[in-house]
């Protein structure tokens, strides 16, 4: 059963009667005085564009030498509008949350009005781009539709229809479409006043719209011929256009080159599907798999548009298409006359094993089609992801999942799958998420943009995940939550890459205790990972969070731990926090974390935060462009005499700090307390080659 929506959100989701543990934590640590309002810092400022047009290509907004070997290996090259010639605003930086800049990959975006421009030159040959943009709501939320002008190398190619259907999120979680509608939860604690307004006299005035979020789209366009480097690219708002304004945060660009071509298969459209989109083609995919099944053979999907409004059951089955760029299965969202027994009051375009209660599905193997959906709220009970069920001894290679709930959303037990080059864009809920007893399985060299929740997680409810690699994916600018989030599990392993942006309520990378999961077991690697613009504040607890952050919640973590080569980049507030929810500050404890040869480039506030009992290790980690004092060392805010209850293991090699000396000193160790929740916060600049 999917119920997807993992950090603060699933807290929320299971009960709502009672408050988040996350809400009681602010509430208690408020009164004992100990957690104060925090202001996010003001990042530094990036290039305002070369008027020379020189093409900057990037990496998550950095200088691609700075990632290097970290991340996905992507056929596409990133160009931050900011960086490219236009008569546009810049808008940002900015690292609030409910803003336009924040969400923009690097916090800076361009605005134009009816009649600006934003120019790029093509860095290398290219014939299909990706933008991606934002533009209004509609008054009364729904969305608009605008046009947006694309010349290239000075002619028009095209008018692309942008819209805002599938953006511009408000309220509490889980979000309404409505921008002038009343709170969801009045009987949840808020920040905005401070108070649980349901219980507050005189009630208090919230604002309209409250909360707004999730405000960028991306939208593909092929060019139909083959452009040089060197030729340019130029975005224009028309001066007729319905949009007041219209934001572009980036484009990219790549060679896409042919269709690939599957002579000796099942092909859907000999089975009735119509290419052209006009009529259903679930029951065609429905014939020519079980017609391949029999004849072994896989089943072709050339070029062209499909409808198909409802899951496709794949069991032993290979599907295969012509490309991601050609080859497009398309629905709409459909409500079910009665729920489904799942809790399910929606369906929609999704290829799915079979339940694991009724053994999964074994031997499938996805590639080279797009999955777009038509997911325009959340509900979490609804199966409507673009790829779910049980996927056991199977592969998923070079899909784009596009505007569904979830892009991927497992339900084990099941072993053994294989997700590579694949890019996960614009979901109201998680990238993918490996939930419920998921065992040897990866995601490799895959790509995740703009998701409403966790971009990838493990999640290991009621039953461990164990032995699953995460490596060498970016993940880049996840609306509410975590890059990557760890729940529970046994010998699983995070390592090679790049996560950028996170906005609220997460950070780049979760180890949690949380949500039924599992304990942590066995030895957890987090290796060799680049985050940049992370450790967000946080808007519940009012603190900074930590580029990397554990939390324990429902039990202890102690499992060995291995924070190895990583680089902490460019961060708000802290590198590292480790953290337990302050009603069971007493119970719970973080021991076993290991740091070593760990580079931090810049943090608004410490190197670690420690707000927890329990231990961790250095070794070998340097430091510089460090804005507070090294370690800010609450330990579980009971204070003794004898030292904070977390002890900082000092195994050499440390070096390196910033405006109050070394980040960790002789007087730091092992446990003095350091406590200071609202450290000032010194904004570090932009990070460079170590």
Same mark, same amino acid.
């Given at each position: ?23 009681? =934590? ?254 259903? =083609? ?225 950070? =780049? ?70 953290v337990s929810d302050f009603p069971v500050k007493d119970k719970y404890a973080i021991r076993g974390v290991h740091f070593k040869d760990i580079r931090v480039d810049g943090t608004g506030t410490s190197v670690l935060s420690a707000r927890s009992a329990g231990s961790a290790s250095f070794e070998n980690v340097d430091a510089r462009n460090v804005g507070a004092v090294g370690i800010n060392n609450c330990g579980s805010f009971n204070f ?51």
């Open positions: 059963m999917a119920r997807n929506g993992s950090d603060l959100t699933v807290e929320r989701w299971r009960g709502r009667a009672r408050r988040p543990a996350r809400t009681v =934590a602010v509430l208690t640590a408020a009164a004992a005085g100990l957690v104060l309002g925090l202001s996010a810092p003001a990042p530094a400022a990036p290039g305002h564009g070369d008027p020379a047009g020189t093409p900057a290509v990037t990496r998550a907004g950095l200088d691609p030498a700075l990632v290097a070997g970290r991340g996905a290996s992507v056929d596409f090259a990133e160009q931050e509008a900011e960086n490219a010639p236009t008569n546009g605003t810049v808008i940002g930086p900015d690292r609030t949350a409910y803003t336009l800049p924040s969400e923009a990959s690097g916090r800076t975006a361009v605005r134009l009005k009816p009649g600006q421009y934003v120019e790029f030159t093509l860095p290398r040959a290219a014939d299909a781009l990706t933008v991606r943009y934002s533009i209004p709501d509609a008054p009364r939320g729904g969305g608009i539709t605008a046009p947006l002008d694309v010349a290239v190398d000075g002619r028009q190619r095209a008018t692309m229809t942008l819209t805002s259907q599938y953006s511009w999120l408000y309220n509490q979680y889980p979000f309404s479409n409505d921008p002038q509608g009343d709170l969801l939860h009045p009987d949840w604690w808020i920040t905005e006043c401070g108070c649980v307004p349901a219980s507050t006299t005189p009630a208090p005035t919230i604002d309209k719209p409250f909360r707004p979020s999730h405000f960028y789209d991306e939208q593909r366009l092929l060019l139909g011929k083959r452009y040089a480097a060197g030729d340019t690219v130029r975005l224009t708002a028309p001066r007729n256009s319905t949009a007041a304004w219209t934001v572009i945060d980036l484009l990219d660009t790549q060679l896409v080159g042919a269709p690939h071509i599957e002579a000796h298969a099942a092909n859907v459209v000999a089975f009735g599907a119509d290419p052209t989109g006009r009529r259903d =083609a679930g029951d065609a995919f429905d014939r020519a798999i079980a017609y391949a099944k029999k004849r072994h053979l896989k089943v072709y999907v050339p070029p062209g548009t499909y409808q198909v409004n409802r899951h496709i059951i794949v069991d032993d089955v290979t599907i295969v298409g012509a490309g991601s760029w050609y080859t497009i299965v398309k629905g709409h969202q459909v409500t079910l006359d009665t729920p489904a027994p799942d809790g399910s009051v929606h369906t929609g375009v999704g290829f799915y094993g079979k339940d694991a209660a009724d053994g999964g599905s074994h031997n499938v193997h996805l590639s080279g089609f797009t999955v777009e959906g038509d997911v325009r709220e959340r509900i979490d009970t609804d199966q409507v992801n673009a790829v779910g069920g049980a996927l056991s001894d199977s592969t998923i290679d070079g899909l784009y999942l596009h505007h569904t709930k979830v892009g991927m959303w497992f339900d084990g037990p099941m072993s053994g799958l294989r997700v590579t080059r694949t890019v996960i864009a614009d979901q109201i809920a998680d990238g993918l998420n490996f939930h419920t007893g998921v065992t040897d399985s990866s995601v490799t060299n895959s790509f995740v943009r703009n998701t409403g929740d966790d971009g990838l997680a493990m999640w290991s409810e009621k039953t461990a995940d164990a032995r699953n690699v995460f490596a060498h994916n970016t993940v880049q600018s996840p609306v509410l939550a975590n890059g990557i989030a760890l729940y529970g599990g046994t010998d699983n392993t995070v390592t090679g890459n790049l996560v950028a942006d996170p906005v609220r309520e997460g950070s =780049a990378i979760q180890v949690g205790s949380r949500f039924g999961a599992e304990p942590f077991t066995g030895k957890l690697t987090i290796s060799d990972n680049t985050t940049v613009r992370s450790g967000p504040f946080e808007l519940n607890w009012k603190i900074g969070l930590g580029a990397i952050w554990f939390y324990a919640l429902e039990r202890d973590i102690d499992a060995d731990i291995q924070v190895t080569g990583d680089h902490f980049l460019d961060n708000t507030y802290n590198a590292i926090m480790l003794p005499t004898t030292g904070s209850e977390f002890a900082v293991n000092d195994l050499g090699g440390n070096d390196g700090g910033g405006t109050t000396g070394p980040w960790l000193a002789s007087w730091e160790l092992p446990n003095t307390i350091t406590c200071d929740d609202r450290p000032p916060v010194v904004a570090p600049p932009a990070p460079t080659a170590w």
